[in-house]
């Protein structure tokens, strides 16, 4: 079954990458996405990480929301650049995961990344180990919205 | 002066100042980070330069070297971890695919 | 603006290759080369080499530097020191620099209309008549694997070769000290290195972040290969730089989810037959064309109308030419990442 | 219409430079990897995102805007994977972030208290 939305949403990239219509290359289209979809599948990599569906458009808003605070974060970062002395206090710290999904995880590690001032530096079992740049970020870490926000998105909540 | 280029011109600082850190270290994964962003900035530039030139396909371009960029970072620091590039990554609950 | 981008590269250039030459330390110099390689393909870009930037990104940056890698988990990343006297060599590059350098006086400026490659017959021909004759929009395309197809499958061959020798050469070796460590490892259990590599490759549940997004990427990564083979043709790309792209696919896999995954996947097997196949695919269409009647890789005859049999042979031919790359890749990835845990394992 | 196209694009494009070369200064500036990595793996991703925003405004409602979203979707991806890997590698080295402000950061202080809060 994930097999064949595999291929769908391949068809639909190759598509949108193409921009030629001719029968010949849409014909080798469908090719190339069903061999990849076969190689995947002995590669087994189509599972509910590898194609999460079930995230639907929740995640949309949360990307949305992800992004203001990439926004705010790199501000604060780029003080920090210009002033270090002023700004820079880093710390190294533990956090509680509430999320039980693999994928949910990586999520929540992902986003502790990509918003600046915060990298994940190690994420093990339930825990993750989060390098902040400055107490500002730290705490944006420790208060846990981030965190509560993803495990709304998995359904997990 | 189109906005092109004064963003390439940008661009290029930005990856002069990235090849310092490489070239000074003064650890290897000081240069492994510069490297890597390095590779963000050549990405950028292919861009931007496809743009000034009026040919967005080297877009396809752009898209190559991120790939590059990841896997290579990624093979760099596994040898670094492992001392080899033969090994998986494990997981936690021991579930090998 | 042009030049003075590329001065600016240029100077970036000469820097990260002096860097290069100067650190002892292999590792980091296959970082700077790294480097160094996509400031190369920045230039390419900026020269409007489209296809060549493609090629540089795909080997220059991505693979040699895995290659390189593999080769390091080998021999170790310290250069020996040499005792050799440097003066005379010094002297002599320096010389031979100089006269190359007195020789580009010579050159005729960059973009400059009396450049050989402007006023030679054939600019004007594969400009003029391609459109007509095989009707490929990228020309690049057409000149490589029609205009060209002899060169281009002397060079597949090249790669064949090549996929060949480092297969031979060092399965053979591996064989060998497969078996030294199969005795080793019987009369001794575990020696503390492998106990300690085994701890960390086994008790190290740290990677869950790769492992789930690579098992994200890894099929748009295979359907871009299939992308750049196909539309070779229409834009940048064509058989060299899929094949790459692809194996960098399986490389991406076997990085993440381990050699042996790879290996019960596509096994080795597997990729010499392609790795053959490709050439003799390649080949096939040149001996097709002369049982047709025509020259060998006379690709007009394939067809009834020329134009047509011009894009089957290019087609077929850049097909042959990509799935051997991505199999001499895959054969060389296999031979030196396959090799370098044994190695360390015997204590080298 | 033209022109304010243009303007945003100025605006966002402005924005996204300011923010690559802080990265770059970031890069140069910060007194150890682990501050480095924030600067070198980060500011990247707006940077990108605001720069590849302007050329989708260029480019209007193309292909090749959908392209750019691809290519900045592959980048907000695989971005913060690497940096990851760059973070737990350098961990795993044993290499310590230095966790003492840097207020008085001439002299370098013993940061054997790194281990402690980790």
Not at chain 1, 91 to 119: E, W
Not at chain 2, 31 to 43: H, P, Q, S
Not at chain 3, 87 to 106: D, H, K, N, Q, R
């Amino acid at each position: 079954m994930r097999t064949i939305s595999l291929i769908l949403v391949l068809f639909a990239v190759w598509l949108l990458f193409s921009g030629i219509y001719t029968p010949m290359i849409i014909g080798f289209g469908i090719a190339s996405c069903i061999i990849v979809a076969l190689i995947a599948r002995r590669m087994d990599v189509i599972d509910a990480e590898g194609l999460p569906f079930q995230l639907g458009p929740k995640i949309m808003l949360y990307w949305v929301w992800l992004l203001v605070e990439i926004v705010k974060a790199n501000i604060d970062v780029a003080k920090c650049v210009l002033f270090p002395k002023k700004h820079l206090r880093p710390s190294l710290f533990h956090s509680k995961v509430t999320q039980k999904s693999d994928l949910g995880k990586v999520i929540y590690a992902n986003s502790v990344t990509l918003t600046p001032g915060t990298v994940t530096v190690d994420l093990h079992n339930d825990m993750i180990l989060v390098h902040a740049l400055t107490e500002g970020s730290a705490e944006g870490v420790k208060s846990g919205e981030m965190d509560q926000r993803v495990t709304q998105v998995m359904g997990e909540a | 002066m189109s906005f092109f280029t004064v963003t390439a011109i940008a661009i290029l600082v930005s990856v002069a100042l990235a090849l310092f850190r490489a070239i000074l270290g003064p650890t290897s994964y000081d240069r492994i980070l510069a490297v890597n962003a390095i590779g963000t900035k050549t990405v950028l530039l292919i861009a931007v330069v496809g743009f000034m030139n009026g040919r967005p396909d080297f877009l396809d371009l752009a898209i190559v070297y991120a790939l590059m960029n990841f896997i290579g970072t990624l093979a760099v620091l596994k040898y670094f971890k492992f001392g080899s590039l033969r090994g998986g990554l494990s997981r936690s609950h021991g579930e090998e695919k | 603006m042009e030049e003075f981008t590329s001065v600016f590269l240029m100077l970036l250039l000469v820097a990260g290759a002096l860097a290069v030459l100067h650190v002892r330390n292999l590792f980091v110099a296959t970082m700077l080369l790294s480097a160094v390689s996509f400031i190369m393909a920045l230039i390419f870009v900026m020269l409007d080499a489209v296809d060549v930037a493609f090629t540089e990104a795909a080997v220059g940056a991505g693979i040699s530097t895995v290659l390189y890698l593999g080769t390091l988990a080998l021999v170790g990343p310290h250069e020996k020191s040499s005792t050799k006297k440097t003066a005379l060599p010094l002297l002599l590059s320096l010389a031979v620099g100089g006269v190359l350098i007195y020789a580009t006086f010579e050159l005729p400026t960059v973009g400059s209309p009396d450049t050989p490659v402007q006023t030679s017959r054939l600019t004007d021909r594969f400009l003029n008549e391609s459109p007509k004759e095989i009707a490929v929009p990228n020309i690049v395309t057409a000149v490589l694997a029609s205009y060209r197809g002899f060169d281009t499958f002397g060079e597949t061959t090249v790669i064949f070769t090549a996929g060949i020798a480092v297969l031979l050469i060092l399965s053979q070796v591996r064989g060998r000290r497969e078996e030294d460590v199969a005795i080793e490892e019987s009369t001794t259990p575990q020696s503390d290195l492998t106990a300690e590599e085994d701890t960390s490759l086994q008790a190290s549940p740290h990677d869950l972040v790769p492992h789930v997004v690579s098992k994200l990427l890894i099929p748009f990564v295979l359907l871009f290969g299939f992308y750049v083979q196909f539309h070779g043709d229409f834009g940048p790309g064509g058989g060299f730089q899929a094949g790459v792209i692809f194996a960098a696919g399986f490389i991406l896999y076997s990085l993440v989810f381990g050699l042996e995954y790879t290996k019960k996947l596509l096994p080795l097997r597997l990729v010499e037959f392609f790795l053959a196949f490709g050439v003799l695919l390649y080949g096939g269409v040149g001996v097709v064309s002369m049982l047709k009647g025509g020259n060998f890789l006379d690709y007009n005859l394939l067809l009834a109308s020329p134009v047509a049999g011009q894009h089957l042979g290019i087609l077929l031919v850049e097909l042959g030419v990509g799935i051997t790359v991505t199999a001499a890749m895959l054969a060389i990835f296999y031979g030196f990442a396959g090799r370098s845990e044994t190695n360390n394992k015997s204590g080298a | 219409m033209e022109l304010l196209l243009d303007i945003a694009t100025w605006i966002l494009m402005m924005s996204g430079c300011f923010f690559l070369l802080i990265t770059g200064i970031g890069l140069l500036r910060f007194p150890d990897i682990y501050t480095r990595i924030h600067a070198g793996g980060m500011a990247d991703t707006l940077a990108t995102f605001l720069i590849f925003a302007g050329l989708a405004l260029q480019s209007g409602s193309t292909l090749v805007t959908v392209k750019l979203v691809f290519i900045v979707a592959f980048i907000f991806v695989t971005s913060p994977t690497a940096t990851y890997a760059l973070a737990q590698a350098t961990f795993v080295a044993g290499l310590k972030p230095r966790l003492d402000g840097f207020d008085n950061s001439k002299a370098p202080k013993n940061d054997s208290n790194a281990k402690d809060e980790a």
